[in-house]
């Protein structure tokens, strides 16, 4: 039968509804570029509104930081840095201006003044008692009255028109504490003060003689007259000084001891008998026949403080790479660097044995000019044209309704694919080469724990003890810059945790002066080697550095 | 099998399971209109995995009022009329421009003297723009004023290029009619 058509319609009927079977690859693909999307759309709609409540210990931090950040910041109405600054200031000024007055009824034995050295006492002493300036201060004799009638000045007071020089020896003044005036009033002589010589100088002033009088009393040293005691003090004993002329107008002052840091230590040292373990030897007697002492055995703490050079001894691990080792070698310097800390030492007939803690802090820069490749990143727009649908309404006129006299809109919506341009940012990367200076400067951050032994040969106060030993140095830390071969350029990096254990032998020459009974003072030129390398062992080289260094520090006696 | 509005949610969330289902209803009948845009079975796979991966990434855009079915064909044929124009070295407007004026003429034809791999063949063999512009006319049931903003001419271009192509088909349908008959004959013989 025929079926005749027109051509459209042939076509459209054959194809109509016409299906082919996509092959297998078609779904993958697809289902490959979809994955992107999914990813996306799954953290969109994962997180859309999402929403957490910080933990209570967050809100503290950032509680504490508003309220640190409230606190260095001045307004007038909370407390803050700067009224604390002011209460101190108020605090502060107000105990130095008390403590500075000159009104004040009291004295500073250690007080500096213009004529000081005419105006000493050496030491105060109790008649039947030794009375050294600590007993006198550990005794707390608040109060001293010096009683007028007792007092040679008040007859040199007197004597005004005049510039005169009087030098009496062995004047006696009394002493008496108010306890003891209260204990009983006849008891008067307590505390006694020989009188070596008084002097009066330059009376000017007719209507104030007392004030512009200068006196000097120097009283008797008796510890030296002493012989129990004369063997082994090496030192004079401590000097006070105080203003005569406002010991005069007072009358009544307080005893403030006010003494030296020496003075303090010493003290405290030889308060702590169970530690004053210094023992002595005689080692004969001298032309005068007195006895030749020479210190048996003590322990000692050091102080010391330790800059050092040192040299670098590279050594390649693995030969393919001796460009970069000579690259190293070349570029690499060691700056001046430096150890301090403390230490302990027990010497025994000469011989010593020292252990130590230190903080150790390396500085070494690498300069060098290098070439390499830069990566850079070119952007350029690739423009196309994206397709959008964009929907829109028309508005027909109802025939049907218009010739009835009514006029009435079909409304009708449909959308068109619009052709919008667009473009996309495209980037790409090149490499160039460039020549770069590089500049790094390194520290490491060590912890050394030293054990040294030696022999000391005792010159009077000078001493000289070679020593020999080991110390351990820990590396904890490092930090400056490195060179970022991703970067291609240099980094910052601040202390970034390290660990590593070195070994070093140690040998020194240890120049000592003896200051006191209590205290010494050193330099100590050494040498420190490494033993094993400052880096890793995934380093591709190894590094032992030999150290020159000059030591310098005090030992403190006990 | 789900809803389809079920599948258009599932896709809107981009739910494999979904996007699975949309392309199992719709991608043999998509193939079928695409094999018709391109030269080979293989450009036809291309251009549908292209039009699935621009429906499913931006059927946000399906403002759901209009037929779904009609939006994804719009986004294949656009799909393919991009993928020709991509093909096309030289500039496509001259493959409308240089065909020759063909005489025109009213033919019908029996259906069933053609088979369909018959009729899809000469689809194929015509130059690009006039398969581009039947199929667009004839068998997608475009107007011209729609085709000229498709392929950025006018709509007198798009006329005339369209009675050249159904022209140029006849001739071709003629041709191959007479061949048919001439075998047949010889093999009867």
């Not at chain 1, 040969?457 to 003890?465: A, R």
């Not at chain 2, 429906?55 to 994804?72: A, C, K, N, P, V």
């Not at chain 2, 421009?97 to 033919?107: G, L, Q, R, S, V």
Request: aromatic share 12%.
């Amino acid at each position: 039968m025929k079926n005749k058509q027109n051509i459209e319609d042939i076509f459209r009927s054959e194809f109509e509804g016409f299906t082919q079977k996509p092959s297998d690859k078609v779904w993958n693909s697809i289902n490959k570029k979809m994955v992107g999307p999914r990813f996306e759309s799954l953290y969109h709609n994962a997180f859309k509104g999402f929403k957490i409540v910080p933990a209570e210990q967050t809100w503290r931090r950032i509680a504490t930081a508003l309220w640190f950040n409230r606190f260095i910041h001045f307004s007038p109405f909370h407390f803050n840095i700067y009224y604390l600054g002011l209460i101190l200031t108020a605090v502060v000024g107000t105990v130095v201006t008390v403590n500075n007055n000159s009104n004040m009824d009291f004295i500073r034995f250690n007080d500096k003044f213009a004529n000081a050295e005419k105006t000493k006492i050496q030491q105060i002493e109790n008649e039947s008692n030794k009375l050294d300036i600590w007993n006198l201060r550990n005794s707390k004799p608040n109060y001293f009255e010096l009683s007028n009638e007792n007092l040679d000045f008040e007859k040199l007071d007197k004597a005004t028109n005049q510039t005169e020089n009087i030098v009496e020896q062995d004047k006696t003044i009394l002493y008496k504490t108010k306890e003891q005036e209260a204990d009983n009033q006849d008891n008067r002589n307590l505390y006694q003060v020989k009188e070596q010589e008084v002097i009066e100088q330059n009376i000017n002033d007719n209507t104030n003689p007392i004030g512009q009088t200068q006196k000097e009393i120097i009283a008797n040293n008796i510890a030296n007259i002493n012989e129990n005691q004369e063997e082994i003090v090496q030192n004079p004993p401590n000097i006070t000084y105080f203003k005569l002329n406002k010991l005069i107008r007072n009358n009544i002052f307080t005893l403030t001891y006010a003494p030296t840091a020496f003075d303090i230590a010493d003290k405290v040292i030889a308060g702590i008998p169970q530690l004053d373990v210094i023992t002595y030897d005689t080692l004969g007697v001298d032309y005068k026949g007195n006895p030749i002492i020479s210190e048996k055995s003590y322990f000692a703490l050091d102080i010391f403080f330790n800059p050092f050079l040192q040299n670098y001894n590279n050594a390649l691990l693995n030969t393919e790479l001796q460009a970069n080792l000579d690259i190293y070698n070349k570029n690499i310097t060691p700056h001046l660097s430096f150890s301090a800390g403390i230490g302990v030492a027990y010497s025994y007939n000469k011989f010593r044995l020292e252990t130590g803690l230190a903080y150790q802090q390396l500085h070494e820069s690498f300069s060098a000019n290098i070439n390499s490749y830069e990566t850079s990143t070119h952007n350029y727009y690739n423009y196309f044209n994206d397709e959008v649908w964009e929907s829109y309404t028309i508005l027909i006129l109802d025939i049907d309704e218009f010739i009835q006299g009514n006029i009435v809109y079909i409304e009708y919506n449909d959308s068109i694919l619009a052709i919008v341009p667009d473009s996309t940012l495209v980037s790409y990367t090149d490499s160039i080469l460039v020549n770069k200076d590089l500049n790094i400067n390194d520290t490491y951050h060590f912890i050394d724990v030293s054990l040294v032994g030696g022999y000391e040969f005792d010159l009077g106060k000078f001493s000289v003890t070679p020593k020999a030993g080991l110390i351990t140095s820990i590396l904890v830390a490092k930090g400056g810059q490195y060179y970022d071969i991703s970067q291609n350029d240099v980094a910052e990096i601040s202390n970034c945790p390290d660990t590593k254990f070195m070994f070093d032998y140690y040998g020194a020459i240890n120049l000592q002066y003896k200051i006191g009974k209590h205290f010494a003072i050193y330099i100590e030129p050494h040498l420190r080697g490494d033993l094993n390398s400052k880096y890793q062992k995934s380093y591709v080289i190894s590094q032992k550095s030999i150290k020159y260094g000059l030591k310098t520090g005090v030992y403190i006696k006990f | 099998m789900p809803d389809l509005l079920e599948i258009i949610a599932g896709c809107k969330k981009m739910e494999k399971r979904a996007q699975r289902c949309l392309y199992d209803m719709y991608a043999p009948l998509f193939l079928g209109i695409a094999f018709r845009y391109s030269k080979s079975k293989e450009d036809a796979e291309d251009i549908l995995q292209e039009s699935f991966v621009k429906i499913l990434t931006r059927i946000d855009q399906y403002s759901e009022t209009g037929s779904f079915e009609g939006w994804m064909k719009r986004v294949l044929v656009n799909t393919a009329i991009s993928h020709y124009r991509t093909s096309q070295k030289h500039d496509f407007h001259k493959d409308f421009d240089n065909i020759a004026e063909t005489n025109i003429e009213n033919y019908e034809v029996d259906s069933s003297e053609f088979t369909r791999d018959e009729l899809l063949n000469s689809i194929n063999k015509l130059p690009p723009g006039f398969k581009v512009i039947f199929n667009l006319y004839a068998i997608e049931g475009y107007k011209h004023r729609e085709i000229a903003e498709m392929l950025d001419i006018s709509v007198g271009t798009s006329k005339s290029q369209y009675s050249r192509a159904r022209a140029l088909l006849q001739t071709k349908l003629k041709t191959l009619k007479i061949e048919k008959t001439s075998g047949n004959k010889i093999s009867e013989k």
